[in-house]
């Protein structure tokens, strides 16, 4: 991997700098960056949060917080030593109490830097501390805030953050992250419909059966319990990552990678989403079972009371457009299931004529296999011939693309490349208001519709691939979901 080019001095202030996603995600990744020369000698990372602790234990805390969370070969002591002399430690709270005297002690002489304000706290605190960034005079033009996902749990509440947010920073400031955006193939996706040739005339109703989307996950709620019950499957991961994906599927050519370009072809896709009937939605939740090898508690066991929770949704989306007209996008994801495999698959049609009499039935569709993770890479199957005499056989190959072995060096978590494009200042793969919002348009009538009938979800033992009705969503239309994740 060549070395990457080194960002602008920046403060990274970092609320909620004591919590989950700071210590799993976004510290890591900034070591990682310094590890790798990203970042130049005035880059500090400031963390602020209510735990009233000193610089030294903040300091002790992240150093073995690195120890669990950024693989072993990647850490040495000389570059621990190096970020953790970046850190500094304000004990404050989102409403101005607290040290914030020493936040703008901080931050008095550094007006001329980039100044990101990492915003890793849940939703409600995204208006006060805004505010009180702005009373204390520490929004500078060059300053941006991030925003964690979930923008609110509806359009209203999403449009209410949105406009307090907005009140004291401009649009282009504010970088909504949605981390699978991040991720390498993700990104991948886009080189490959848009720097090769080849699958641009065929990416349309007229070649293209139907898409799935699937994001699977081993882990249950966990730690996030709170969080997580007052969210369910189809806020937490459908309304933001999957859609952002079936997006990226679905988006017309932009003229440009930069500025605005993908956002408005994404936004046109959101806008584009056909309303999805009851039939067309599966939601359910997790029993006790056995995950590799383990025995787990059922969902409603694991938060000690019964839930109406879903962590696992299947549905069938359509795109009203002339590009995929008739074209379904299945999606599906839930927590708890027999691995943790993320993937986009491109189910061609059937070759309109059998040239073989007899064979008509090994004609398997073509299928373009894009693997998120684990084992990042692409495939295509084909059908080819078998070798050797007595008649045509055809077999189903695939054409691979591993990314580990075609390419050198390990492939960087998506916090990596997002909090670089945060202080390099592309928003590109960040969401804009305008899309957000109308993701929440097209979410939220089903969540009303489930609230309103009082829906239970189904249920599915975890280490399970899941409900058997998310199978029926997708073989009543004669089709069936791609399993080569489960081989
Ligand atoms: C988060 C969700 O946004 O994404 C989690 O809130 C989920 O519930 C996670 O586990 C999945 O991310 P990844 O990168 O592990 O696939």
């Known amino acids: 991997m060549s ?20 210590m799993r995600k976004l510290l890591p990744a900034l070591y990682l960056r310094d590890r790798d020369g990203q970042l130049p000698d005035a880059f500090r990372v400031i963390a602020v949060s209510r735990a009233g602790m000193d610089e030294a234990g903040y300091r002790d805390k992240v150093e073995s917080e ?22 500094h430690y304000v004990s404050a709270d989102a409403d101005g109490g607290g040290d ?43 300053t941006r805030v991030v925003l964690e996902k979930p923008i609110g749990a509806d359009l209203a509440s999403a ?6 947010v907005a009140a004291v920073f401009d649009e282009s400031q504010i970088y ?18 848009f720097a090769n040739m080849l699958l641009e005339p065929l990416w349309n109703s007229s070649t293209v059966d139907h898409v799935q989307i699937t994001v699977a996950e081993t882990i249950g709620a966990g730690q996030r319990a709170e969080y997580y019950d007052g969210s369910g499957a189809l806020r937490d991961m459908v309304q933001n990552h999957l859609l952002q994906m079936l997006c990226l599927v679905a988006m017309e050519p932009p003229t440009r990678i930069e500025n605005d370009g993908v956002r408005d072809e994404k936004l046109k896709v959101l806008e584009a989403l056909a309303p999805v009937g009851p039939a067309d939605v599966v939601r359910a939740q997790y029993t006790a079972g056995l995950v590799d090898g383990r025995a787990v508690p059922g969902y409603g066991d694991e938060l000690d009371a019964p839930s109406n929770t879903e962590t696992y949704v299947a549905l069938k989306a359509e795109v009203h457009n002339w ?17 943790r495999a993320s993937e986009i698959v491109v189910v061609f049609k059937r070759v309109p004529h059998s040239i073989w009499p007899g064979v008509e039935a090994d004609m398997t569709p073509n299928r373009l296999v894009i693997r998120l993770q684990p084992d990042e890479g692409v495939r295509m199957h084909m059908l080819a011939k078998e070798p050797g005499p007595g008649g045509i056989r055809l077999k189903p190959v695939s054409l691979d693309l591993a990314f580990a072995e075609q390419f050198e060096g390990r492939t960087p978590e998506a916090y ?18 305008d899309e957000v919002e109308a993701a929440w348009s097209w979410t ?21 691939a899941g409900p058997s009705a998310a199978t029926t969503l997708i073989e009543r239309d004669g089709r069936t979901w791609h399993e080569e994740m489960r081989a």
């Not at 690195?66 to 850190?87: D, I, N, W, Y």
């Not at 449009?159 to 307090?164: G, K, L, M, S």
């Open 3 to 22: 070395t990457p080019v080194t960002v602008a001095p920046c403060d990274f202030v970092v609320f909620g700098g004591t919590g989950d996603l700071a």
């Open 66 to 87: 690195l120890r669990q969370h950024v693989p072993a070969g990647e850490l040495s002591a000389e570059s621990t030593r190096g970020f953790l002399g970046r850190l």
């Open 100 to 142: 914030w005297h020493r936040l703008r002690d901080l931050l008095a002489d550094t007006a001329d830097r980039v100044r990101v304000c990492y915003l890793a706290v849940a939703p409600k605190l995204f208006g006060p501390i805004s505010t009180t960034l702005a009373e204390n005079g520490l929004v500078t033009e060059r």
């Open 159 to 164: 449009r209410h953050v949105n406009d307090q």
């Open 176 to 193: 909504r992250i949605d981390h699978y955006l991040g991720k390498e193939t993700v990104q991948n996706l886009l080189v490959m419909r």
């Open 323 to 339: 590009r995929w007209r008739n074209v379904p996008f299945y999606l599906r994801t839930g927590k708890r299931l027999d691995r």
């Open 416 to 433: 990596e490349r997002l909090l670089m494009d945060v202080v390099r200042g592309n928003p590109t793969l960040f969401m804009r208001r």
């Open 444 to 464: 939220e009538p089903v969540l009303r519709r489930w609230e309103a009938a009082g829906d239970r979800p189904k249920q599915y033992a975890a280490g399970t």
